[in-house]
């Protein structure tokens, strides 16, 4: 069942169009990324859903609400973290808890969730005085204490060290695990192919691609080798789908396990190779092919 769903969303400022024609919907229980690069449109977008920002067109239901009419029925049902969150430097893990917490008719004990994301230690911690990965796990926990069906992450894992990264991650595992729906932005692509389960890859205000991350990457790859002696056909081989050669170099692409027939190839026809390499597209090629750009 679609939790989410957004149908021609268009939003623009002035002579700067952010949302063109915007559609995609997330179904219930899954970890759900917007992928793409800094400008393309995607927090505007998650604004608009969650009722924070007016789309200037098209249709936003949000659990069969409109965030725009609905935006009290709405939020009593979602939990968000936005990309800038700040909370006043004095003050304490249980008070923006507490906090948190009177804003919703039926909110979850703060208290669990401070044992739940490993802040009870920190309790009467200045938020100021919080490393970075304690501070995300305190926006977590803040995006949960309403009891959310759905939970907006955006940019979550932005500054953080490798190992407070992966720690998010289970965290977020942790959420979808609890039945709750999770939508994350992201621009990091190791981060959306290990959570999520499908993605929609902005770039200048649009979707320009809606899958799996395995469906994006689309599963060719590449191998790579020098003939050593002799010549080979391998274009009629299973699976390849081209075949680049530059001088002794040659290059195979193709899907599924083609390269163990290339292999068999090579070997029927007593060719030998060296420097043999076999490459896995990547998030970071299906991108690049999409938008003509990659990710820095």
């Given at each position: 069942m679609a939790v989410i769903e957004v149908t021609a969303l268009r939003k623009r400022y002035?002579?700067?169009v952010v949302l063109d024609d915007v559609s995609f919907s997330?179904?219930?229980g899954e970890i759900f990324g917007i992928l793409g690069p800094n400008g393309a449109g995607k927090t505007t977008a998650v604004e608009c859903v969650e009722g924070l920002r007016r789309a200037d067109s098209g249709s936003i239901r949000v659990l069969g609400l409109d965030p725009a009419g609905d935006g009290p029925?709405?939020?009593?049902?979602?939990?968000?973290q936005l990309q800038q969150t700040q909370l006043p430097e004095n003050l304490k893990v249980w008070e923006a808890l507490d906090l948190y917490a009177s804003f919703y008719a039926e909110p979850r004990d703060w208290r669990e969730l401070l044992e739940e994301w490993g802040l009870a230690d920190k309790r009467h911690a200045r938020f100021g005085k919080l490393s970075g990965g304690q501070k995300q796990r305190l926006f977590i926990a803040l995006a949960l204490v309403g009891n959310p069906r759905v939970a907006f992450l955006d940019e979550l894992t932005t500054g953080l060290d490798p190992s407070a990264r992966r720690t998010t991650w289970e965290l977020i595992k942790r959420i979808k695990a609890d039945g709750v729906t999770v939508v994350l932005v992201s621009h990091f692509m190791d981060e959306v192919e290990e959570l999520c389960d499908r993605v929609a890859v902005f770039d200048r205000g649009r979707v320009v691609a809606l899958d799996t991350p395995a469906g994006l990457v689309?599963?060719?790859?590449q191998m790579r080798f020098?003939?050593?002696s002799g010549h080979v056909d391998l274009e009629a081989v299973p699976g390849v789908t081209t075949?680049?050669?530059d001088g002794n170099r040659v290059v195979v692409t193709g899907r599924g396990d083609f390269a163990t027939a290339v292999t068999a190839q090579l070997a029927r026809q007593h060719v030998l190779v060296s420097d043999l390499r076999i490459d896995k597209r990547t998030l970071d090629d299906a991108f690049?092919?999409?938008?003509?750009?990659?990710f820095s």
């Open positions: 002035a002579d700067l997330v179904e219930e029925k709405v939020r009593e049902q979602i939990g968000v689309g599963g060719a790859h020098t003939l050593m075949v680049t050669r690049t092919a999409l938008t003509s750009r990659s």
